[in-house]
Structure formats: structure tokens, C-alpha cells
């Protein structure tokens, strides 16, 4: 393990732990829900994500999703082959969701599989290295 996956795997450690502190206080999640140190944000509107175009550093990767548009999506990555390596849950509109995933070095798609967002042109790439 270099340096750089364990300065990542600390960040993660950080953040999960300011999660866990901050459990019992003033409701979190939701609209103006503060960014995880460390997560890649991704917009995600009728019908685009953006941006489009994504680079991460392989292992635990961290997408801090925020929906800016009027009806619910999701998240889906796929493998080059096309099979569906994570899903995030639903966020509705106005809300943010953090998404976690592990992701080995390779190139990915991602899209949002409700019905007709992707063909919509809800879809990007992602590279992992
Ligand atoms: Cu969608």
C-alpha cells in the first residue's frame, strides 16, 4: 500500500468518524448537507450528470451526489462489460446522498437506470486508476 491509498483510507477514516459524531445532532443529511472531505461531487439535474467526464484513484471512492433538478435519480457504475458494479439509493430532489463504493483500476460507466434518464442523456464516464 503507497502512501497516497493510506493518506485516502485515513480521509475516509475521518470522515466516517465525524459522521458517527455527529449522529446525534441537528438532523443532518438532506438539502445543505456539507460535502465529505475527500468525495468527488457530482451533479445531478433532468437529465445530465455533471460533470460528465470522472477520474478517482482506485479503492474507496466516495461521490457526494447532489441532485439540482426537479425529479428523483440514482447513481449506477458499470464495468466495461456493461454489469452493474454499485447503485446509490434514490435522491430526491433537493437532496444530497454520500455514495460510497470500492472500485479496482479499470474504466467504468455511470448512469442513472430510472426509466429513460440514461437514453436522456443521463450518463458519463468514469476512470479509475
Ligand atoms: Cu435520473
Redesign the pocket.
Known sequence: MNYLMRFRLLLVCLCLAAVVACGGGSGGGGEGANQPAGSHKLV?V??KFQPKTVSVGAGKVTFFLVND?P????MVIADSSGKSVARSTLVQPSNTETFAVTLAAGSYVFY???PG??A?G?EGTLTVS
Open positions: 445531478l433532468d437529465f433538478g425529479s428523483a435519480h440514482d442513472c437506470d430510472l434518464h440514461r436522456a443521463m
